[in-house]
Every structure is written in C-alpha cells, then in structure tokens.
C-alpha cells in the first residue's frame, strides 16, 4: 500500500484522480487543500469518511509548508493538480500565474530532492505550452511556443522538471494534458459555461424571456477529452519503469461553435433549426428567430491560440492508453448532467 499525494484536489482534475485512485488501488490518498474561510468541499464531498482519504493543509505556494508536508509524510507519489488554470485570467494574473504554476513546482521539486528522492512526481503540463502552433497535430516533439502569461508558467515549469529530473535522477514528469471536461469542470471554462447556459436557457426558453450566451471566439479550435479518462493516463505514466514525459489528447479537434452547436442540440435545438447569422462581432446563433449565443468582445483574449490538435500516439503505443469517450458522448455527458442538476 503506497501513499499518495495529490494536490488540487477539490477541483476536477484532483477529484478525479482520488475516484480513480480509491476505486482502482489500494493506495492512500493524502489531499493537500490550501485552508480558505468557505470550504469548496463539493467535489470531494463523498470521499470525506473515506478511512484511505486524508485531507491536510497544504498551500503550495509557501515553501516552509511544502518542504515540512514532504518531510513528514515521505509520499511514494507526489500528483500536482493545483494550479491558477484559467488561461484568460493570467493576463491580469500573471504574478500569481506564475508562482502557483511555477515557483510552486520548484519548491516541491526540490522538497522531493532534500526529503524524498525516490517519491514519483507528476506535475500536470498543457497543451498551451505549444501555444501559436508550427504545424498540426501536436505531439511531444513539437517546440514550445506559449501565448499566454498561463502557458509561460507552464512552460517554464516543464524545464524544471527536466532539469531537476536529469540532475538528481528524479522520477519527475510532466505529461502534457490537452483540454480535459467533465461535469466537475469550472464553470468559466467554456465547455462547462456552454452547458450551463444550454441547460439555463433550455428551462427559460419556454418564457420567451432568456438573457442569450455570451463568448467571444467562436472559431478557435481545441482536442477536447473526457478528463475522466486522462487521470488513468497520468496514473500509467507514474507507473513506467523510466520516467518519460506523453501527450494526452483524443487526436481529434473542434471548433467551439461545433461545441455549441452539438450543445444546443442534445437539449432539443436541433442543429437543422437553427443558424448562424451576421459576422464577427454581430454573429449570433438563433433558433426559430431566437437569439440563443451572441458575441460579447470581453471574452476575446489579448493573444488566443487558434488551434490545438493532439497526437497521442506515443502514450496509445507505450502506456496502452486510450480516450474510452468520444467529443459527442462528452458533450453529451455535460449536457445531461447540467439539464439534470442546473
Ligand atoms: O477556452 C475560447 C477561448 O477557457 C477554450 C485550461 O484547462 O485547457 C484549458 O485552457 C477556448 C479559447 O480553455 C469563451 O478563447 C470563446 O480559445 O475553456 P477555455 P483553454 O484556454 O483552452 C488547457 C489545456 C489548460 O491547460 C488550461 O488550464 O474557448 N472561448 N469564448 C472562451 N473561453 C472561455 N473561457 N469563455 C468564453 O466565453
């Protein structure tokens, strides 16, 4: 019985992770949570009375807390899930971009060294390393070329990993994550904002008074997956017998209108009746003459990354892994499950 630390684990990817974990091993699960005034427990909820689920006070971000955490709990694996992942808010954030993603991942690497050499450390990379694309897909050759101050963060995180890994011998990685949802994504996220307000107008529609969705660009691309299956990715990778670093992606990429589109239509606007209508900031998607998602310019970004494509095929061939869901199940999914609980 090994024990594990894993790190944000009140948001989805860390939640999940425990799911997985608690369901599939015998392992010990120790949840660092940085202590704030209102518990943000929801995620996490049903694990509480878990005797192989222990919560303790972690915050990243301060050192002396890190280096005792390590010292006293020895952890065999070490999952870092916190992390500031809005990339539209690291522009105005980038101070604490980077110590969150960065400097955090410094004072954890060499926490591990000093107290813990031979713990496993997985720190979660991101396909907005790759940022303004050279060409399509992306695998783990592609250069990094980051296009926010979030994918910076990451970016230069990723380098301490290596370095730290080459220089002490660690098992530290960091796969890269390409977009990853479900129904515990943050609802800013614009998979989870659509579902959302698919459900919230799908309820108001009927009252012909309903405020329409609000993006901003519809024609960027991402690789989206079920984030459900990237935490057994990340598990298979902590598990080799080398530490090397894979891409997760479902090799597939979709616009954020073919999200909305498909959105819209497993609640019952089918995709035949409605269009889409005028252009840039005047585009709206309508339905039987209804306004369903208009364009609001305060979500464009200073610097977007049109296009993410992944290619998986390293991870599919050496860690056996693979995506269990396609985009439709995992739009579908979310639409359920937000038209279920609002
Ligand atoms: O944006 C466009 C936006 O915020 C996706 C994080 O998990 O994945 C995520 O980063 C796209 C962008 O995710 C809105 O401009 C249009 O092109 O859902 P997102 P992201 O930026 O791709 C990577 C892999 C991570 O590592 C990150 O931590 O959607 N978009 N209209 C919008 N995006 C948002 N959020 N809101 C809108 O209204």
Redesign the pocket.
């Known amino acids: 019985m090994k024990k594990i630390l894993i790190t944000g684990v009140t948001g989805q990817d860390g939640s999940f992770m425990a799911d997985f974990l608690l369901g599939n091993t015998e392992h010990t699960i120790i949840a660092g949570v940085r202590r704030l005034s209102v518990k943000n427990h929801g995620n996490i909820q049903h694990l509480l009375d878990n005797p192989r689920f222990r919560l303790i006070d972690f915050d990243v971000s301060d050192q002396a807390n890190v280096e005792q955490v390590i010292s006293e709990e020895n952890p065999d694996y070490f999952i870092n899930f916190a992390?500031?992942?809005?990339?539209?808010n690291s522009w105005t954030q980038p101070v604490s971009h980077m110590t969150t993603n960065c400097l955090a991942v410094l004072y954890q690497l060499e926490a591990i060294r000093k107290y813990s050499p031979d713990c496993r450390y997985y720190n979660?990379?991101?396909?907005?390393e790759f940022g303004d694309v050279l060409h399509s897909p992306q695998s783990e050759l592609h250069p990094l070329r980051p296009r926010?101050p979030?994918?910076v963060s990451?970016a230069s995180a990723r380098h301490m990993v290596k370095v730290w890994r080459d220089s002490y011998q660690l098992f530290a990685i960091q796969g890269w994550?390409?977009?990853?949802?479900g129904t515990r994504?943050g609802e800013?996220?614009?998979?989870?904002?659509i579902t959302k307000n698919v459900a919230r107008i799908k309820n108001e529609y009927v009252l012909n008074n309903f405020k329409p969705l609000?993006?901003?660009?519809?024609d960027?691309?991402?690789d989206w997956s079920d984030a459900e299956d990237f935490v057994e990715g990340v598990w298979l990778m902590l598990n080799q017998e080398e530490p090397k670093e894979y891409v997760l992606s479902s090799n597939e990429t979709h616009s954020?209108r073919e999200f909305i589109e498909e959105a819209f239509n497993f609640a019952g606007f089918a995709v035949e009746k409605c269009e889409w209508v005028g252009k840039g900031v005047d585009e709206k998607y309508i339905h039987e003459g209804k306004v369903l998602v208009q364009i609001?310019p305060d979500?464009?970004?200073p610097a977007?990354?049109?296009l993410?494509w992944g290619d998986s095929s390293e991870a599919r061939r050496d860690l056996g892994w693979k995506p269990k869901s396609s985009f439709l199940d995992l739009v579908k999914k979310m639409v359920d499950h937000d038209l279920a609980y609002g």
């Not at 992390?83 to 539209?88: E, K, L, P, Q, Y």
């Not at 800013?188 to 904002?193: A, G, H, I, L």
């Open positions: 992390a500031n992942s809005f990339v539209g979660a990379g991101s396909s907005e926010s979030y994918g990451k994550l390409f977009n990853h949802e994504r800013e996220f614009v998979t989870r904002k609000e993006l901003g660009n519809v960027a691309k991402r954020i609001n979500f464009y970004r977007e990354v049109d993410l």
